[in-house]
């Protein structure tokens, strides 16, 4: 018997993929250098392997964009006030309000061991860990985390409770790609259970989430009706209040209603976060930092076994090969990337796109 062998997703240059989303931006009326800004953490994203917060968010962003939900042109601000950097994103889209308070904080951090900065009024964050990515490429470490609305609960809890809360953190690594961790504190991020719905896949792991009735469900239907799971329990659920009071509450955000019953819009448009950038150069010295990293990262990769990888190692991988192959896009994806194309009159048409 033939087996039908799946298609294959079209692969397109990352710089291809690059000029055509910034150009969709930008005719959606964000500016030209923000649209470009925005584009290329979207691009990176994919081209790192998170795929369900790159370019599959674009559409999403847009729709944001055209709504007024999200502010396409917004005057963002920051100052250093008290010790701790504030920063005001007018509402703009995430993937351009970090990268600009970043871009003020590792100025900062030239001269200051450590900067923290309190981020208020951006859209949705994505991937926290390509956001400081760039942090560690310049020898920084940084960490990031965004308050979310509440889209997470323990089994037997009669709504969602709590944001999943997403926090990230980038480290520089001597000679190798650096290390960054970036994870949401649900067992996985509500993007899986969107995208399950997307693909038309009847069932979920059973421990991703709970439906409307507080029991675990591998509907994601229901999932999406419910609230997800916290990783490890109660002590998922701490650390994702320890991001609450220090993306949410030093930002003074009071409780935001719960994302609509069903709904597969999962990132929301007003959200706030904090972020640190430390300089291990004026802290510690950057050859005793250096020295250290590498030592512990040694003593974990040699305990960890033959394939052992450190986090960031794979997706730095997987950014090299699609650098080199192209960044596949399933032809679902591709059909929602046409659609937004058009809805946004983009200017030039991508030849396979």
Same mark, same amino acid.
Request: charged share 15%; net charge neutral; aromatic share 4%.
């Given at each position: ?5 799946? &298609?294959?997703?079209? #692969?397109?240059?990352? &710089? ?30 994919? $081209? ?8 599959? %968010?674009?559409?999403?962003? $847009? ?14 601000? =920051? ?12 509402? @703009? ?13 590792? !100025? ?9 900065? %309190? ?8 991937? !926290? ?27 037997? =809890? ?11 953190? &980038? ?7 650096? $290390? ?17 719905? #997307? ?18 469900? =591998?509907?994601?239907?229901?999932? !999406?009706? @419910? ?8 002590? *998922? ?7 609450? +009071?220090?993306? *949410?509450?030093?930002? *003074? ?8 019953? @069903? =709904? ?23 050859? /005793? ?5 590498? /030592?512990? !990262? ?15 190692? %794979?997706?730095?991988? +997987?950014?090299?090969? #699609?650098? %080199? ?24 048409? $991508? /030849?396979?796109?």
């Amino acid at each position: 018997m033939n087996k039908t062998v799946p &298609a294959q997703p079209t #692969r397109f240059s990352h &710089a291809e993929l690059l000029e055509w989303t910034a150009a969709v931006f930008a005719n959606a009326g964000i500016a030209e250098d923000a649209a470009l800004t925005a584009a290329g953490v979207l691009v990176r994203t994919s $081209l790192r392997g998170i795929d369900t917060h790159g370019l599959s %968010r674009l559409p999403l962003y $847009l729709e944001k964009v055209a709504a007024g939900e999200v502010n396409a042109r917004p005057h963002l601000q =920051s100052e250093m006030r008290d010790g701790i950097m504030h920063c005001d994103g007018d509402g @703009g889209l995430g993937q351009v309000v970090i990268p600009f308070a970043l871009e003020q904080m590792l !100025l900062a951090a030239r001269s200051c061991a450590l900067v923290a900065c %309190r981020v208020r009024s951006t859209g949705h964050l994505g991937a !926290l860990g390509t956001l400081v990515l760039p942090a560690a490429e310049q020898g920084f470490l940084a960490i990031l985390c965004q308050r979310t609305p509440p889209i997470m609960a323990m089994p037997g =809890s009669i709504g969602p409770a709590i944001g999943n809360n997403p926090i990230a953190f &980038a480290c520089p690594v001597e000679g190798r790609a650096p $290390l960054v961790f970036d994870m949401a504190h649900s067992v996985v991020a509500r993007g899986y259970v969107v995208q399950a719905v #997307r693909e038309g896949r009847d069932t979920i792991p059973g421990d991703w989430a709970l439906g409307p009735d507080g029991a675990p469900t =591998s509907d994601p239907a229901m999932a !999406l009706r @419910g609230a997800m799971q916290p990783v490890a329990g109660h002590k *998922g659920m701490g650390l994702a209040m320890l991001v609450e +009071c220090l993306a *949410g509450s030093l930002n *003074g955000v009071m409780p935001q209603e719960d994302l609509p019953v @069903g =709904s597969s819009k999962g990132s929301a448009s007003n959200v706030s976060a904090f972020l640190i950038v430390i300089n291990p150069a004026l802290a510690i010295g950057e050859h /005793a930092f250096k020295e250290s990293v590498n /030592a512990w !990262l040694r003593t974990y990769l040699q305990a960890s076994g033959q394939d052992a990888r450190y986090p960031g190692q %794979r997706q730095g991988a +997987c950014e090299a090969l #699609r650098r %080199r192959e192209g960044i596949p896009v399933p032809d679902g994806l591709l059909t929602e990337l046409r659609a937004a194309g058009r809805a946004a009159r983009n200017p030039f048409d $991508l /030849a396979r796109i």
